[in-house]
């Protein structure tokens, strides 16, 4: 998936404009964006400030940390129950 050139302030800034009366055409257009695109970040980030904006991705991080080990562990799992099986 490719990363978006704008960071996550830049459109919470976008966003922001939005809610204080600016029409979605006049933003998207000074950004150089879609509609669709400014509807998708509005539907993920609105609502948001900057603290709550560094909270998710120092979740989003945390929970794809949690997810290797877990697959680290199903592995090391699977693979003693083979060595396990092959010696009886």
């Given at each position: 998936?490719?990363?978006?050139?704008?960071?996550?302030?830049?459109?919470?800034?976008?966003?922001?404009?939005?809610?204080?009366?600016?029409?979605?055409?006049?933003?998207?257009?000074?950004?150089?964006?879609?509609?669709?695109?400014?509807?998708?970040?509005?539907?993920?980030?609105?609502?948001?400030?900057?603290?709550?904006?560094?909270?998710?991705?120092?979740?989003e991080a945390?929970?794809?940390r949690y997810?290797?080990?877990?697959?680290?562990?199903?592995l090391q799992?699977?693979?003693?129950?083979?060595?396990?099986?092959?010696?009886?």
């Amino acid at each position: 998936m490719r990363k978006s050139q704008f960071t996550e302030s830049q459109i919470v800034a976008f966003i922001r404009r939005h809610e204080q009366g600016e029409p979605v055409v006049d933003v998207c257009r000074d950004a150089g964006i879609s509609q669709g695109t400014f509807y998708q970040w509005k539907a993920k980030y609105s609502g948001m400030d900057s603290s709550q904006l560094k909270k998710l991705k120092d979740l989003e991080a945390e929970v794809l940390r949690y997810q290797r080990l877990v697959g680290q562990q199903a592995l090391q799992i699977t693979v003693l129950k083979d060595v396990i099986e092959k010696k009886l």
